[in-house]
């Protein structure tokens, strides 16, 4: 499928000062400046990392989080809203192009929010898009389309008409996915005459190679072609090395599909070397410029196009750069296509696969025989046993429904039972609470293994006691720490109470085990933050669900920064529960990679 650059000027537009250096020339000027010493740790630092972490998304994300996080930690230190809201919404443009979807958006959640609480209509218009975007990979169309379309309206009040043009594209390419391709066609047209009137030409060359998209999907080759060449030559003209290599990549997919729509032999030769001509400098200068999506977008349809040629040598190298790539980058799909693609290359040619068609076949032939004369028995024979395996089928399926409640939330395990798949959810009102066994290592010392296994297994059987009672939900336990969260999946206004309500009777139940237990028990430090997360269901084998964002990782600060036998909440939480508990105000402290501060103990 031809390559969109959705979301790509999106998050260009966030970087400031026009500067004649691209890619990576400019990351290493900016680095460079950053070096030069002449940065203090003040605002201006900060906004000189967020510039650099800006620029990494489609060179190395990785590198971009890295200095995000630099901007991210000093602008909590300086408490500056702007750079906060800033260095999170760059690394929310960093972690999308890693396709970590979920960090993605709790970073750019992070950020509208700032921006909506200082009214930058600007930086939130540009927000929502991004979160349109983040959607769009996510594959919720619903919601893209919606956070697109307040973008536009946003844009238009602002009467902003660069992003009102960036937005329509987006839309456009969210009915495409839809199947809505002459609605697309509609909004990449009107994107087009905006970039025409106000002069854009990069916008412009965009718009060309978006139309030729729409165009190949509503399967007119011929106008396809028309719009590539057209913006491949503008790009070529503003010397834009990004758009080239997109461009070359669409064109050479639109000549794969030319050549596989064609039974003519020799026009379909034909198209196909003009595909791998266009993939192949494509991936080129992709590899030249570091852009490793398009590497894996490209060099999947290389191998595709070469597989189809009959040389499967070069088709077995683009696969292999193709994984490379993409195991680089984390992503996990896997193509169907391509697997069985490999196989081609690793049992052979078309001829051997022919010839064992033609003894498949004859075995089938056989083989149906014998079954059309076994089938009446099995039909009387499963009459009979139908009764009693569906009094087993029973009895399974609800040990399988109680094993998986046992492990999931059950409005979680309820979508994973009818969808077969889990989405992860944003939750904005959150509490989330952290323990951890203060000595544990020296009591481990005295406790033989089992004895070990027998302490911890009664004290966290205790703990899903006592948070059961507060509508609590527990994540996991992490040798002997211990996550919980309220406010999710079900949303729960009392949130911070009901963490709070738990933390205590733990903090409780520990005081009295140690009556009893003395030196074979622990003793515990209890931490809390409210705040928002994203949670959802991790890996395919023993799964579990659980939860991510900076409020976990603030919760694990207060529990770090707690004392034995107390519980230590944030200033967001004193805030909900200061009218419901006797708290006491500790100061500012210095949590690590967080800077200072306000913590309470709550009585």
Not at 295 to 301: G, R
Not at 536 to 555: L, Q, R
Request: aromatic share 10%; proline share 1%; hydrophobic share 40%.
């Amino acid at each position: 499928m031809p390559l969109i650059l959705i979301g790509e000027n999106t998050y260009a537009q966030k970087q400031s000062g026009a500067t004649p250096l691209t890619g990576q020339a400019r990351i290493d000027s900016l680095v460079k400046e950053l070096n030069s010493g002449r940065y203090r740790s003040d605002t201006n630092k900060v906004n000189l990392l967020c510039q650099i972490s800006f620029e990494y998304p489609y060179i190395n994300p990785a590198e971009g989080i890295k200095y995000g996080m630099q901007a991210l930690e000093l602008a909590n230190k300086l408490s500056w809203d702007k750079g906060i809201a800033d260095a999170n919404s760059a690394i929310g443009g960093d972690f999308e192009n890693k396709t970590d979807h979920a960090n993605a958006l709790m970073y750019e959640y992070a950020a509208l929010k700032i921006y909506e609480k200082t009214g930058e209509k600007n930086k939130m218009a540009i927000e929502l898009g991004n979160i349109g975007i983040i959607y769009h990979h996510y594959n919720d169309q619903a919601k893209a389309l919606e956070y697109d379309s307040t973008a536009l309206n946003m844009y238009d009040e602002l009467a902003d008409s660069s992003g009102k043009a960036m937005m329509l594209a987006n839309i456009a390419n969210i009915y495409s996915d839809q199947g809505q391709k002459n609605k697309a066609l509609e909004y990449q047209f009107r994107a087009l005459k905006i970039n025409e009137m106000i002069g854009n030409k990069q916008k412009i060359a965009m718009n060309l190679g978006n139309i030729g998209n729409a165009y190949a999907d509503l399967g007119n080759f011929s106008e396809a072609m028309d719009y590539y060449f057209k913006g491949l030559d503008m790009d070529q003209n503003l010397n834009d090395q990004s758009a080239m290599a997109r461009d070359m990549g669409n064109i050479g997919e639109t000549y794969l599909e030319m050549a596989k729509d064609l039974k003519e032999q020799a026009g379909k030769a034909a198209n196909l070397q003009k595909a791998i001509g266009f993939l192949k400098k494509s991936v080129e200068k992709s590899i030249e410029i570091n852009r490793p999506g398009f590497i894996i977008e490209y060099s999947q349809s290389l191998s595709e196009a070469y597989n189809i040629a009959g040389d499967f040598n070069n088709a077995l190298n683009s696969f292999k750069l193709y994984i490379t790539v993409r195991d680089s980058m984390g992503t996990l799909e896997k193509d169907k296509e391509f697997a069985r693609n490999k196989l081609q290359y690793e049992y052979g040619k078309r001829e051997d696969q022919i010839l064992y068609q033609k003894k498949l076949d004859s075995q089938k032939y056989i083989a149906g025989s014998a079954v059309l004369l076994l089938l009446s028995f099995f039909l009387f024979y499963n009459y009979r046993v139908q009764k009693k395996s569906n009094v087993v089928i029973t009895k399974e399926k609800k040990r399988s429904d109680d094993l998986l409640l046992n492990i999931l939330p059950a409005e979680v395990a309820e979508e994973l039972k009818n969808k077969g798949k889990t989405d992860a959810k944003f939750f904005d009102n959150v509490t989330v609470l952290f323990t951890d066994f203060v000595g544990f290592t020296k009591v481990a010392e005295r406790l033989t293994p089992q004895q070990l296994v027998n302490e911890l297994d009664t004290c966290f059987k205790a703990f899903d006691g006592i948070i059961g009672k507060y509508n609590v939900e527990k994540i996991k336990t992490v040798g002997d720490a211990y996550l919980a969260v309220a406010g999710l999946p079900a949303s729960d206004p009392i949130h911070a109470e009901q963490v709070v309500n738990a933390a205590r009777d733990i903090r409780g139940f520990m005081l009295e085990r140690k009556k009893t237990a003395g030196q074979m028990t622990f003793e515990i430090r209890i931490g809390v933050h409210s705040g928002s997360v994203v949670a959802g269901i991790v890996g395919v084998k023993k799964f579990a669900y659980d939860i991510w964002g900076d409020t976990v990782n603030t919760a694990a600060r207060m529990e770090q920064n707690s004392e034995a036998g107390k519980v230590n909440i944030s200033q967001t939480t004193y805030e909900l529960v200061k009218n419901k508990f006797t708290c006491t105000y500790r100061g500012e402290i210095v949590a690590k990679n967080k800077g200072e501060m306000k913590m309470y103990f709550v009585a």
